[in-house]
T-cell receptor, first 112, second 113 residues
Framework: QQQVKQSPQSLIVQKGGISIINCAYENTAFDYFPWYQQFPGKGPALLIAIRPDVSEKKEGRFTISFNKSAKQFSLHIMDSQPGDSATYFCAGAISGTYKYIFGTGTRLKVLA | NAGVMQNPRHLVRRRGQEARLRCSPMKGHSHVYWYRQLPEEGLKFMVYLQKENIIDESGMPKERFSAEFPKEGPSILRIQQVVRGDSAAYFC???????????FGPGTRLTVT
């Protein structure tokens, strides 16, 4: 019940294309869903986060879509750039707590 | 304001040796979290500490692993008698409060030969 399932495991996108990464959670108590971006040799860095009271959140080229009834959320990267090539992790957490449950990661490669 | 610092960045140990991983939180942060990342897997919570206190160690293996966050100095994750299965990236994160966003360090990559 604590799992966050993430897909695909890897993704190759042409420059300018849309990258889509999907996550599904089981714990209905989760009410905070952050996405982290991790470059090789670096620690994860918070990219964007959403709470279930909204169905979509957009920051620049990055958009989170949230479907509460399906317990799913996804990250869309518009106009993908080679600099977006990284591993992306979704996570679920209960607000006010510290224990993030991470997905297994998606390795994104954007071709120039 | 320096970010979360971890050292060493890479650590090689032979089976049976001890590994000590250090984490200095961001300035003003008194909450530290350790995560482990196995190859091709996400980060798994290990332990949450505040100064001189272990708050939650539910993700720590019961044996050989210990963590501390002394009043002075960095937080330390200690692995005794390492085995090959301990090879992983260990990340430390810090936050100013329990309900605050966690900021991650660059990690220590432990290789057990």
């Amino acid at each position: 019940q604590q799992q966050v399932k993430q897909s695909p495991q890897s993704l190759i996108v042409q420059k300018g294309g849309i990258s889509i990464i999907n996550c599904a959670y089981e714990n209905t108590a989760f009410d905070y869903f952050p996405w982290y971006q991790q470059f090789p040799g670096k620690g994860p860095a918070l990219l964007i986060a959403i709470r279930p009271d909204v169905s979509e959140k957009k920051e620049g080229r990055f958009t989170i879509s949230f479907n509460k009834s399906a317990k799913q959320f996804s990250l869309h990267i518009m106009d993908s750039q080679p600099g977006d090539s990284a591993t992306y992790f979704c996570a679920g957490a209960i607000s006010g707590t510290y224990k993030y449950i991470f997905g297994t990661g998606t390795r994104l490669k954007v071709l120039a | 304001n320096a970010g979360v610092m971890q050292n060493p960045r890479h650590l090689v140990r032979r089976r049976g040796q001890e590994a000590r991983l250090r984490c200095s939180p961001m300035k003003g942060h008194s909450h530290v979290y350790w995560y482990r990342q196995l190859p091709e897997e996400g980060l798994k919570f290990m332990v949450y500490l505040q100064k001189e206190n272990i708050i939650d160690e539910s993700g720590m293996p019961k044996e050989r692993f210990s963590a501390e966050f002394p009043k002075e100095g960095p937080s330390i994750l200690r692995i005794q008698q390492v085995v090959r299965g301990d090879s992983a990236a260990y990340f430390c994160a810090s936050s100013p409060g329990e309900e605050s966003e966690q900021y991650f360090g660059p990690g220590t990559r432990l290789t057990v030969t």
